[in-house]
């Protein structure tokens, strides 16, 4: 008896152990997953609100903004005059200044910023003859108020070719990517800027434009961005009206000059911008210099081809650009810069001799990862720095991406991303990012899902963001977060913007969520299949089903049909248009396919709807001709990424843009149309199970071990 007491202590003793060690190891990993609460949050009212007119400011814009220290004075242009009464500095969190200005001319003002102002990000609020709403315009994220110490280090993320207005192959629309990305730079370190180096729009049109603002102004942080030649499309002056000069030069706190550079719809400069950057390059003091062009200098650099060189003059950077890569008929440089070269020498000579430790060069167009680097005589180095697309097209075997590049005075530079920052998968994987905005009248959802630890390692809290509807204002809404414990509601005049946060990195694989509601989401989404067309499939020929889509409170947040047939398996991403999906299925050679339909609701709710279409076999007559005979010719061998390379600036030009008629927009109303991205594959986010793995593995050690201990 005395030995089977003993024998029970030691397993009481060990269960306890195994226990604690499961409350220890395991419970912190799960608990981002358990936490979901509503809260009952009032919204501000805003008395006076402004209006967004695009063009109506030209600088400061959200792509072009002015880094002040407080008391120190930054230039107002407007362009018409309008009879200014009071200008306004205001970051949404109770900090709103008024500023001291001096009238230059009847559209240029000297506006000095309070010596009291806080560091941050601010909206500029401009007042009118009388305080109507017809006299209150304002220009989002476009003033910085802080110090040098603010950024001893510059924390850089390069977007480029976001390409908003395109729809991607996998479904994903470019704007989504895009919201995506701002997502986790909300959760990075203060000190960072976004650098966009074009290609903002797909084809310059106003809805593009709109888009692409309703998506940065959720940032907490400053975007500095030139046009691409996307944007030029039609000769379209859009990106000028909605986000800043194409060219020009802003210094953010005497640390770092940068040079924005409109290359142009045709992928070259004139000799005045060339004359122009070069006296900015060589004249200024800051100790780093960073230039933003579209077209690239440096392309394809990647794999087997060297990316590191020495020159000791301008001229020999110059014969460097022009000369042909190893093993190719192509030059370094993108060769619609050679349309003129005396442009390029002038721009050249400016970057080898400026005055910099280093010099950092952002570019895009070829939708592809590349870098070289130039060390000049001095020792210092030229880093040109090429991204993967955001969010337009990607060649098989790429992805969409963004890199982070950081920086100080004293010339060290260091780069962040998936692969080594010289190869073509250098950039941070933005299909690994999983991010979807779904707004009704009853209700705005945000989410993020991460499924790159390296990404998420990075970060430093986890944070999604979500425009306040303008009728919300004033109002009494209930808000559900899911991972998230916190909010913080930024309105000023142009409205509101919700964030909801948690301290922690974002745990790789969990789906985050903020939802602003006014009527809970009770029902599962409506599925109806109204049509299938033809009526009788055949086979090898393509079979489209239409659906009525619906949702009763939150909206529809994720849809994919799956297609099943002869032991395949196919994912397809439904194209909607308000209340109507349609799935068109690829010709098949089977006798009978499956196919599931899944709509998912923002609140989580799903409905599925599953048909087993058989197809009728089809007899196909073929009529045999004598083959005409072509004389073959040798065709140079040219790789996929050259050909796109020398063709891309041709690629959309003859899009005609919209024109703005009297056409605004007021940011206190937004409408944020963007898809579900999660993905199609299946309807509920996957998780990371490494950490539950490793943790178990833990307490089983422990627990033999305990074992051990307690039968001595």
């Known amino acids: 008896m005395q030995s089977v007491g003993i024998a029970a202590r030691r397993v009481m003793a060990t269960l306890l152990i195994v226990y604690l060690l499961a409350v220890s190891f395991i419970a912190p990993l799960v608990s981002a997953e358990q936490a979901e609460k509503v809260v009952e949050i009032t919204i501000p009212a805003i008395e006076q609100k402004a209006e967004y007119k695009p063009g109506l400011i030209i600088m400061p814009k959200i792509s072009r903004p002015y880094f002040v220290e407080p008391g120190r004075s930054f230039t107002l242009i407007v362009s018409k005059p309008l009879g200014i009464q009071k200008i306004m500095i205001d970051n949404?969190?109770?900090?709103?200044?008024?500023?001291?200005?001096n009238k230059l001319s009847d559209t240029v003002f000297a506006v000095k910023v309070p010596d009291s102002a806080e560091q941050g990000l601010y909206d500029l609020i401009i007042?009118?003859?009388?305080?109507?709403?017809?006299?209150?315009?304002?220009?989002?994220?476009?003033?910085?108020?802080?110090?040098?110490?603010?950024?001893?280090?510059?924390?850089?993320?390069?977007?480029?070719?976001?390409?908003?207005?395109?729809?991607?192959?996998?479904g994903r629309k470019a704007s989504n990517y895009d919201l995506a990305v701002n997502f986790v730079v909300l959760g990075l370190p203060e000190n960072t800027i976004i650098v966009d180096s074009g290609d903002l729009a797909d084809t310059a049109r106003d809805s593009e434009y709109t888009e692409s603002l309703l998506v940065d102004s959720l940032l907490n942080k400053p975007v500095v961005g030139v046009p691409g030649n996307h944007d030029h499309v039609g000769g379209s002056t859009n990106y000028e009206a909605y986000r800043g000069p194409f060219n020009y030069t802003l210094d953010i706190f005497g640390l770092y000059r940068i040079v924005g550079i409109d290359s142009g719809g045709d992928g070259y400069i004139t000799q005045s911008q060339a004359s122009w950057a070069k006296n900015i390059l060589t004249s200024t003091e800051e100790p780093i210099k960073i230039l933003i062009f579209h077209h690239p200098h440096f392309t394809h650099m990647f794999g087997d081809i060297p990316f590191q060189f020495n020159v000791s003059s301008s001229e020999d950077?110059?014969?460097?650009?022009?000369?042909?890569?190893?093993?190719?008929?192509?030059?370094?440089?993108?060769?619609?810069?050679?349309?003129?070269?005396?442009?390029l020498k002038t721009l050249v000579d400016g970057m080898l001799n400026a005055k910099a430790e280093a010099v950092l060069v952002f570019s895009g167009h070829v939708h592809l990862d590349s870098y070289a680097v130039v060390t000049r005589p001095d020792g210092s180095k030229i880093h040109y720095i090429v991204t993967v697309t955001t969010a337009g097209?990607?060649?098989?075997?790429?992805?969409?991406?963004?890199?982070?590049?950081?920086?100080?005075?004293?010339?060290?530079?260091?780069?962040?991303?998936?692969?080594?920052?010289w190869t073509r998968h250098a950039s941070f994987n933005v299909d690994k990012i999983h991010a979807s905005y779904v707004e009704t009248k009853n209700a705005v959802t945000a989410t993020l899902r991460i499924d790159d630890s390296k990404i998420t390692e990075y970060m430093e809290k986890t944070v999604?963001?979500?425009?306040?509807?303008?009728?919300?204002?004033?109002?009494?809404?209930?808000?559900?977060?899911?991972?998230?414990?916190?909010?913080?509601?930024?309105?000023?005049?142009?409205?509101?913007?919700?964030?909801?946060?948690?301290?922690?990195?974002?745990?790789?694989?969990?789906?985050?969520?903020?939802?602003?509601?006014?009527?809970?989401?009770?029902?599962?989404?409506?599925?109806?299949?109204?049509?299938?067309?033809?009526?009788?499939?055949?086979?090898?020929?393509?079979?489209?089903?239409?659906?009525?889509?619906?949702?009763?409170?939150?909206?529809?947040?994720?849809?994919?049909?799956?297609?099943?047939?002869?032991?395949?398996?196919?994912?397809?991403?439904?194209?909607?248009?308000?209340?109507?999906?349609?799935?068109?299925?690829?010709?098949?050679?089977?006798?009978?396919?499956?196919?599931?339909?899944?709509?998912?609701?923002?609140?989580?709710?799903?409905t599925v709807f599953t048909k087993t279409i058989e197809y009728k076999t089809t007899t196909i007559t073929t009529a045999v001709t004598t083959p005409t005979t072509v004389a073959e010719s040798e065709t140079p061998t040219t790789t996929a990424a050259e050909t796109y390379a020398e063709t891309s600036t041709q690629q959309s030009e003859t899009t005609t843009p919209e024109k703005p008629s009297g056409f605004s927009i007021t940011l206190t109303v937004p409408k944020l149309q963007i898809e579900e991205t999660t993905s199609a594959a299946k309807p509920a986010a996957p998780v990371d199970n490494t950490g539950l793995i490793v943790a178990a593995v833990v307490v089983i050690s422990l627990a033999a071990f305990a074992l051990i201990i307690t039968r001595r």
């Not at 949404?92 to 200005?101: A, K, T």
């Not at 790789?508 to 033809?534: I, N, R, S």
């Open 92 to 101: 949404g969190y109770g900090g709103s200044y008024e500023c001291e200005y």
């Open 393 to 421: 097209s990607v060649r098989p075997g790429d992805y969409h991406g963004f890199r982070i590049v950081t920086v100080d005075p004293s010339g060290k530079v260091e780069f962040h991303g998936d692969g080594d920052y």
């Open 317 to 343: 950077l110059f014969k460097l650009l022009t000369s042909k890569k190893p093993n190719s008929k192509y030059t370094y440089i993108y060769s619609s810069w050679l349309t003129n070269e005396e442009a």
């Open 127 to 170: 007042y009118t003859s009388e305080y109507t709403s017809e006299g209150i315009y304002g220009e989002p994220n476009s003033i910085y108020v802080g110090n040098a110490s603010s950024f001893e280090k510059l924390n850089i993320v390069h977007v480029t070719d976001r390409h908003f207005g395109v729809i991607n192959p996998n």
């Open 464 to 606: 999604v963001a979500l425009h306040v509807p303008s009728q919300w204002l004033g109002k009494t809404v209930k808000l559900y977060m899911k991972g998230l414990d916190s909010y913080k509601l930024r309105c000023t005049a142009l409205g509101c913007i919700l964030y909801a946060f948690a301290k922690e990195k974002p745990v790789q694989g969990f789906e985050y969520q903020a939802t602003l509601f006014t009527k809970p989401d009770e029902k599962p989404p409506v599925l109806e299949l109204v049509k299938m067309t033809p009526s009788s499939p055949r086979q090898g020929r393509q079979l489209v089903l239409s659906f009525k889509v619906g949702d009763d409170s939150w909206g529809i947040k994720e849809t994919y049909a799956k297609i099943e047939y002869d032991g395949q398996e196919i994912v397809i991403k439904p194209m909607i248009v308000g209340n109507d999906m349609r799935i068109v299925v690829p010709p098949l050679k089977a006798t009978e396919a499956k196919i599931t339909v899944v709509v998912i609701d923002a609140s989580g709710k799903e």
